[in-house]
T-cell receptor, first 114, second 113 residues
């Protein structure tokens, strides 16, 4: 079963607009990570936020984490056509005697039109 | 180092045949993970290794699936007696330690006909 659930499932915006997607999860985590996947390709790591952090920035990306609500959000500012992809949140859950095993949600499909 | 390499990129096989996939991780990474992804879904965890030790196997991994990582370098994932339900993208990833981001390969797309 997948721990994270993204919302919305799909998002269509125009270039220059901001895109926000949310992730909810169920159990305690060590960290939460966001990945991007272009069609038919592998996933690319975007950003990692630890359980004791509330907000993190990387370029045009802003991630928040609310451990009390077990939720996270990813904001992409000033979107570009190249941001068209599926975005996944992944939670680092305890497994096999250590942290480090990621569980992924079903993803949000983002389409940015010129 | 050019990242995580997976071979082959595509594999078409007949039902009942055995297939083997290979993953070459980033050489400095001691963690290696296998995931399976079907269309429209996120990756599902299959198994992972720390060096040559297989630390965890998902219940999704039936007895027909086996993974190895001899000497803690490359890994292979074998599926015996393939079924149509095995058709999916098989993704490999590596990381330096637990609690850090993964580097994914481009995946092996398996089609069972």
């Amino acid at each position: 079963s997948q721990q994270g659930e993204e919302d919305p499932q799909a998002l269509s915006i125009q270039e220059g607009e901001n895109a926000t997607m949310n992730c909810s999860y169920k159990t305690s985590i060590n960290n939460l990570q966001w990945y991007r996947q272009n069609s038919g390709r592998g996933l690319v790591h975007l950003i990692l936020i630890r359980s004791n952090e509330r907000e993190k920035h990387s370029g045009r990306l802003r991630v928040t984490l609310d451990t009390s609500k077990k939720s996270s959000s990813l904001l992409i500012t000033a979107s570009r056509a190249a941001d068209t992809a599926s975005y996944f949140c992944a939670t680092d859950a305890w497994g096999g005697g250590s942290w480090g095993k990621l569980q992924f949600g079903a993803g949000t499909q983002v389409v940015v039109t010129p | 180092d050019t990242g995580v390499s997976q071979n082959p990129r595509h594999k078409i096989t007949k039902r009942g045949q055995n297939v083997t996939f290979r993953c070459d991780p980033i050489s400095e990474h001691n963690r290696l993970y296998w995931y399976r992804q079907t269309l429209g879904q996120g990756p599902e965890f299959l198994t992972y290794f720390q060096n040559e030790a297989q630390l965890e196997k998902s219940r999704l991994l039936s007895d027909r699936f086996s993974a190895e990582r001899p000497k803690g370098s490359f890994s292979t994932l074998e599926i015996q007696r393939t079924e149509q339900g095995d058709s999916a993208m098989y993704l490999c990833a590596s990381s330096a330690t637990g609690g850090t981001g993964y580097t994914f390969g481009s995946g092996t797309r398996l089609t069972v006909v």
